[in-house]
């Protein structure tokens, strides 16, 4: 493992740097405590200390609306394209590293996704650690999702005056190595194993069932009360899911150009907690209550990923219960269903 | 200084289409469309049980079953319900017409498991179209199977897919074939009654029996009811199912079967034996 220091002085010095080559994006304030990840061009712009942002990184990799084909039907011709520019994610905590792996996986599963593939090659991300919960909604520690796994070029922890820097790619080693950054010191690297420490005391399992109980808890669950009683709460807005770092649902839709010759097929995000969801032409409508739409987005976190490809795809971000407008708490089902399955 | 946004073209996206030309079509009730389909890069390529996307260029994209069975060589065939938006479009189009195709897609009928086995085919409404492309295989490498019954099942006589083939299949020697309408008409001179009421007048050994059934999900429920009563295991009991495919590539979660286990319709299906999805409320 390689560190390196960053006076906390020369954090503009940094962003500077990085918009030699690409364009930068990091959490800001939006105002009502909330965060969103902008554009910015210096560090005073930057919130270091943010809760998750309304919408999750994501949308630099998936975006809401991404142009997949543009067709010309008079000769017929399609092309698949995507705009791309560099990227730099500043700032991710390590809820949203772990969304961003989670979407990696499902894109790289085959068939793959060209145009995440294409767009996440040119996304350089940049983690910064939690030192401490960001509010009440997260549940980060359940799912380990409180310490960085990877899926960064650089990695930041705040040690007090300076952060520290895990190099984690070359691209990242580069970056580091122009700036000339100094090699953290063993006390530099012992004052970061103390925060990691302290953090085994903070961040404790949000629910109090070990996750890896939760697929079990959920099969058992399949039939339960409880999601009719989330169901009675839910007004099927999707907003859950629309702020999800690992929802990837998505619609297709075509959309003709005013010369009525040309046009494109557009990719939008779509959510699974809308009535049509899961309806077909026929009329036929195959997951027509909420409760079975809740029931859907909770096994999709916990149950279904982990049986595909043996991870869940909640990050404890918190956003799906802080956003709700219906007051529905993710942690509040999870504690529910768990107790409910005991007897 | 910025790097300014590039605009790369993706050759290798599976988002692209074949393409291909309507060479024939016949409207085969008020509501449901026949088209033959040649593509230009040729043969489709698929195995009884699966569908393709259909693109109509402006309007967008529908999942389609391939009605006709692989066996037959240099076009495929599609029977499509004026249901939605694309059907409506779709059944404008006339010989001679380009069409845009995504696909073959799914898991196909389990045909080699089948092989050696009677196999009792119980059809209902437009699920004949999905399993027209395995029964055209049957008869096609007929020697390859068991005793095989017909079991078909529409609202009324005018509603029936298919009638002309149907007439040939009812007189074959090797194949057993009863039909049935809920509704009649005065030229019927059929059976009158839901399908579930010719399932226990068939004689069949339930060891060796593959019951393929394709339906809307109300006859599901009651057919299955009557298969299992005549002992046929649940996992030779196979299904295909409908659902809203919309990428065909297991990504997008509209096809995901409500089901405590992770079913992608389109790509763990449409094709399911009953054991595997007998906890889904609705097939």
């Not at chain 2, 599609?78 to 059907?87: D, F, P």
Request: hydrophobic content about 35%.
């Amino acid at each position: 493992m390689k560190y390196h220091i960053l006076e906390k002085k020369n954090l503009d010095l940094f962003i500077k740097n990085m918009l030699k080559k690409m364009k930068v994006v990091a959490p800001c304030e939006k105002g009502n405590g909330n965060y969103v990840f902008k554009e910015v061009t210096s560090a005073n712009e930057i919130a270091f200390k943010y809760i998750p942002t309304i919408l999750p990184p994501k949308k630099y990799l998936m975006p809401q609306r991404e142009k997949i084909i543009e067709f010309s039907m008079e000769d017929e011709k399609f092309t698949s394209y995507i705009e791309n520019e560099k990227i730099a994610i500043f700032g991710v905590h390590t809820c949203d590293l772990s969304g961003i792996q989670c979407l990696n996986i499902v894109f790289n599963d085959k068939p793959v996704d060209c145009n995440f593939l294409m767009r996440k090659e040119n996304v350089f991300i940049v983690g910064l650690e939690c030192n401490s919960y960001c509010d009440e909604y997260a549940s980060c520690a359940l799912v380990n999702a409180h310490l960085p796994n990877g899926g960064y070029a650089l990695f930041f922890t705040d040690i007090g005056d300076r952060y520290i820097i895990n190099v984690n790619t070359q691209e990242g080693e580069d970056l580091v190595e122009s700036m000339k950054l100094a090699n953290a010191s063993s006390s530099d690297i012992s004052l970061l194993e103390k925060i990691r420490e302290d953090k085994k005391k903070i961040f404790k399992n949000e629910i109090g069932v070990e996750a890896a109980k939760l697929p079990e808890i959920l099969e058992k669950s399949y039939n339960s009360k409880i999601w009719e009683e989330v169901a009675s709460k839910c007004i099927s807005c999707g907003n859950c899911t629309n702020v999800c770092p690992t929802c990837y649902c998505f619609d297709m839709e075509d959309r003709v150009n005013l010369d009525l010759k040309t046009g494109e097929r557009i990719r939008t995000w779509d959510s699974c907690q809308f009535e049509t969801f899961a309806k077909v032409a026929g009329g036929e409508n195959f997951r027509e209550e909420r409760s079975m739409r809740q029931r859907h987005r909770v096994f999709r976190k916990f149950k279904f990923p982990v049986d595909k490809y043996n991870r869940f795809f909640c990050t404890g971000c918190g956003r799906c219960s802080r956003t709700c407008m219906a007051g529905i708490n993710l942690k509040e089902i999870l504690v529910k269903l768990s107790e409910e399955s005991k007897f | 200084m910025k790097t300014l946004s590039k605009k790369i073209e993706i050759t290798e996206s599976k988002w692209l289409y074949r393409k291909g030309t309507i060479i024939n079509t016949k409207m085969m009730t008020k509501t449901e469309k026949w088209f033959d389909i040649k593509l230009d890069d040729g043969e489709l390529g698929h195995e009884p049980g699966q569908f393709v996307q259909v693109e109509i260029v402006g309007v967008g994209e529908a999942p389609i079953s391939i009605c006709s069975s692989p066996t037959k060589k240099g076009s495929f065939e599609l029977t499509v319900r004026a249901a939605g938006k694309v059907t409506n479009q779709m059944h404008k189009l006339e010989n001679g017409d380009r069409i845009n195709i995504r696909g073959p897609f799914g898991r196909p009928f389990p045909v080699r498991q089948m092989f050696g086995n009677d196999i009792l085919f119980v059809a209902g409404g437009l699920g004949i179209a999905p399993l027209r492309s395995l029964i055209n295989y049957v008869m096609d490498n007929r020697r390859d199977f068991g005793k095989v019954d017909i079991l078909l099942g529409c609202k009324s006589p005018k509603d029936m897919l298919f009638y002309d083939e149907i007439e040939k299949w009812s007189k074959r020697m090797d194949i057993n074939f009863a039909c049935t309408v809920d509704k009649s008409d005065p030229d019927w001179k059929g059976n009158v009654g839901l399908i579930t009421t010719l399932i226990p007048g068939v004689n069949l050994n339930p060891e060796r029996t593959y019951a393929v059934v394709v339906g809307p999900p109300i006859m599901y429920k009651f057919v299955i009811a009557e298969l299992l009563k005549k002992n046929i295991p649940e996992r030779h009991i196979v299904l295909s199912l409908e659902r809203h495919m919309k990428c065909g590539m297991g990504k997008c979660g509209h096809c995901q079967i409500d089901h405590p286990k992770n079913y992608y319709c389109c790509k763990d299906g449409p094709t399911f034996t009953y054991d595997e999805v007998k906890d889904a409320k609705k097939l």
